[in-house]
């Protein structure tokens, strides 16, 4: 089962900056918080990831609370092409563990 | 820079039929996974492969079966479709260890009658 719960959909106006919360109490000090999305029935492209530490890329912010217990996603100016389904991912290290599982994700909708 | 190429992209089965997918990354990754989605729904585990030569079952493995061919590929085995295995099936490889990121192909949209 997915270790994380998300809201199942949001909106976001254009240009907004979007943040997308995810919960993972059970969250173990070794695991990492990944995002994805999926636009439409393609592949999940990834965003990003992390461990403690708020991390940034091209892409996207992720930000992860000092006990590790949750995060959020940050948009910073989203785009109509930003809509899609977003999963919030805990992934563990060894085995099984190391798998990506997926839960049901946020659909954000970017509206004009 | 292909990344993770599957074949075929779209495929209709008769019941009972069998066929296989197949996935060929280049990215000379370790890891190989098949996951199937089904409408509306995340992506759920069917098999992976975390090395060559080593398979393990997911979530949802009954009716499938699947072979590390070598470094690059990782086929999945319908042996007898059936309806319920209707759904778009995805293949994603990467490095090992929990901090790399995976990559994902289109996919290949089953349709079984």
């Known amino acids: 089962d997915a270790k994380t719960t998300q809201p199942t959909s949001m909106d976001c106006a254009e240009g907004r900056a979007a943040n997308l919360p995810c919960n993972h109490s059970?969250?173990?000090?070794?695991?990492?918080v990944y995002w994805y999305r999926q636009i439409h029935s393609q592949g999940p492209q990834y965003i990003i990831h992390?461990?403690?530490n708020n991390e940034t890329n091209e892409m996207a912010s992720l930000i992860i609370t000092e006990d590790r217990k949750s995060s959020t996603l940050i948009l910073p100016h989203a785009t109509l092409r930003d809509t899609a389904v977003y999963y919030c991912i805990v992934r563990g290290y060894g085995g099984s563990q190391g798998n990506l599982i997926f839960g049901k994700g946020t659909k954000l909708s970017v509206k004009p | 820079n292909a990344g993770v190429t599957q074949t075929p992209k779209f495929q209709v089965l008769k019941t009972g039929q069998s066929m296989t997918l197949q996935c060929a990354q280049d990215m000379n990754h370790n890891s190989m996974y098949w996951y199937r989605q089904d409408p509306g729904m995340g992506l759920r585990l069917i098999y992976y492969s975390a090395s060559e030569g080593t398979t393990d079952k997911g979530e949802v493995p009954n009716g499938y079966n699947v072979s590390r061919l070598n470094k690059r590929e990782f086929s999945l085995r319908l042996e007898s479709a059936a309806p319920s295995q209707t759904s778009v099936y995805f293949c994603?490889?990467?490095?090992?260890?929990?901090?790399?990121?995976?990559?994902f192909g289109q996919g290949t949209r089953l349709t079984v009658v």
């Open positions: 059970t969250i173990s000090g070794n695991e990492y």
């Open positions: 992390g461990l403690k």
């Open positions: 994603a490889s990467s490095e090992a260890g929990m901090n790399t990121e995976a990559f």
